[in-house]
């Protein structure tokens, strides 16, 4: 009786260690994948300094995210959401080079989304610098798509996973001082996320 209770717990620990194996497994290929997804953001980070360096364009690079901040004054008047003609040229030289980068084929089955995101000062209610904020981004992703230097297939990747977001203040830029800097505040910035 104590031989046949002892073989029900063998098997039973037979079961437990071969079903650890499997979740073991599954946990090294999960890992795995996270360091690929973490290289790949690494190297877009990377090409994406080089080739606007390159490009003798003034765009920072966020080297922990690939974020990068353009300065919304040279954007918009205050207040309003038509693209200058600064910003238009700015654009006409900093999208290529960024799609260049986000499109190149070890990436292009990596890319989840591109985010172009509106952000305002405090000035004014939350409210109208949402409309504000989501105008801007709004215009900033047509003007994008309607570039003639993009090819056909570029605006239909671009169609598939570009998208606007207006942010309002929510997201305000501080000095050293702690006190806002509202001119910093005042910004548009691309961002791209992996998928997952």
Known sequence: ?????????????????????????????????????IGVKANIIQDLSASLSKAN??????????????????FFETGKSTIKAEGQALLDRFIPVYLDVLLRPEYED?????????HTDSSGSYDNNLKLSQDRALQVALYCLNLNTLSRVQKNK???????????????????????????????????????
């Open 1 to 37: 009786e104590l031989q046949a209770v002892l073989a029900l717990k063998q098997a039973d620990l037979d079961a437990a260690t071969a079903k650890l194996a499997e979740q073991q497994l599954a946990l090294t290929s999960q890992a795995k994948r996270i360091e690929d997804l």
């Open 57 to 74: 364009m003034k765009a920072t690079v966020d080297p922990n995210n690939g974020d990068i901040v353009l300065d919304s004054a040279v």
């Open 110 to 118: 990596y890319l989840g989304e591109i985010i172009i995101e509106g």
């Open 158 to 196: 671009l169609q598939q996973i570009m998208t606007a977001k207006g942010r309002s203040y929510s997201d305000l830029v501080y000095d050293a001082n702690g006190r806002e800097d509202a001119d910093a505040s005042r910004r548009v910035e691309f961002k791209f996320s992996l998928k997952d």
